[in-house]
């Protein structure tokens, strides 16, 4: 039996956003068309969105390897119809991206997902904490590092709520603290080492950190839960666990790389899609309709949650 490691679309909405990813692909779209799927869509999404008081939506199809369909359905601000090239916010779907980075720079040998990371970097919040040795990128990027999910938590102040690897907790603090480190590491700023390892081989042109000229007129405006459209966040710097903005089309583009572990090596895809701490199995099998809806492995992987079945992988990422 061949096991098999799914990405399969991303949908990119004004309040939230998720991804789930596939790395083998099989063909054969029988009735299941893009052209059939597209009129299904229009169709139905328009009401959906009004009905759910969502100001839009961009939808991006991956099948048979390649991106089949591209669609976009409301107003990117009041008055102004979105498209397939207007500016999401993606949150938390920010951290795949930048534990892609952390790994390709570890397939090139040019850091190790197990080596200190205090040798090159030390928050000074945690300096006096002998267990800030512990941490690792690996640690880092499956959620292990013993930080909250931001400092705000912990009054401001960076600090561990247990030691590094002794549980699960997810932390864009983590996220922020293996960044930190690949600079100090590389020499490179982090947003730099995202454009020439990432953005720029895969052809994603429309993603940033930070703000661009090209943003002009193109952000697809948030709001609040009764549809009052609220300012955009953008970064002045980066923040590589959160408001990155992409396209659902880029976003898509950036997947398709994951099903071919591009520019990975054999030990850093595979070490990805493993589970490297279980979390949060017990909840997902109480909720599943029927017991073969709940996974047989349930974690975090390198920068993916990772749910295991007999015969499939999925990687998914939520924000």
């Known amino acids: 039996m061949i096991h098999q490691v799914r990405v399969l679309s991303a949908v990119l909405l004004v309040l939230s956003s998720s991804a789930c990813t596939r790395l083998h692909t099989t063909s054969g779209a029988g009735d299941r068309a893009p052209e059939a799927r597209r009129s299904v869509l229009d169709r139905e999404v328009p009401a959906l969105l009004t009905e759910q008081i969502i100001p839009s939506v961009s939808i991006a199809q991956i099948e048979d390897g390649r991106i089949v369909m591209a669609a976009a359905y409301g107003e990117q601000s009041p008055g102004v119809p979105v498209s397939t090239t207007s500016l999401y916010n993606i949150a938390s779907m920010a951290k795949p991206i930048s534990a892609e980075v952390v790994l390709r720079l570890a397939s090139q040998g040019r850091l190790s997902l197990d080596e200190p990371m205090y040798r090159y970097w030390t928050d000074p919040d945690i300096a006096h904490d002998e267990r800030h040795k512990l941490l690792t990128p690996r640690l880092a990027l499956s959620h292990q590092t013993g930080f909250a ?45 995202a454009q020439t390892l990432v953005f720029d081989p895969i052809g994603m042109r429309q993603t940033a950190y930070t703000r661009r000229p090209w943003f002009e007129g193109r952000i697809a405006v948030p709001t609040d839960v009764a549809g009052k459209s609220l300012e955009p966040m953008i970064a002045g710097h980066y923040i590589a666990s959160d408001l990155v903005y992409s396209t659902a089309t880029d976003y898509a583009t950036f997947m398709l790389s994951l099903m071919h572990d591009t520019a990975l090596s054999d030990d850093v895809a595979r070490a990805r899609r493993t589970i490297q701490v279980p979390s949060g199995k017990a909840k997902v099998c109480a909720a599943a309709q029927t017991r073969a809806y709940c996974p047989k492995g349930f974690g975090f992987g390198l920068g993916w949650e990772v749910i295991q079945f007999e015969d499939a992988t999925y990687l998914m990422h939520t924000g």
Not at 157 to 172: I, R
Not at 186 to 191: D, K, S, W, Y
């Open 149 to 193: 999910n931001w400092r705000r938590e912990t009054g401001g102040v960076l600090t561990f709520k247990h030691a590094p690897g002794a549980a699960y907790g997810y932390s864009g603090e983590g996220i922020e603290y293996v960044a930190r480190f690949t600079e100090k590491k590389t020499g490179a700023g982090f947003e730099t080492l």
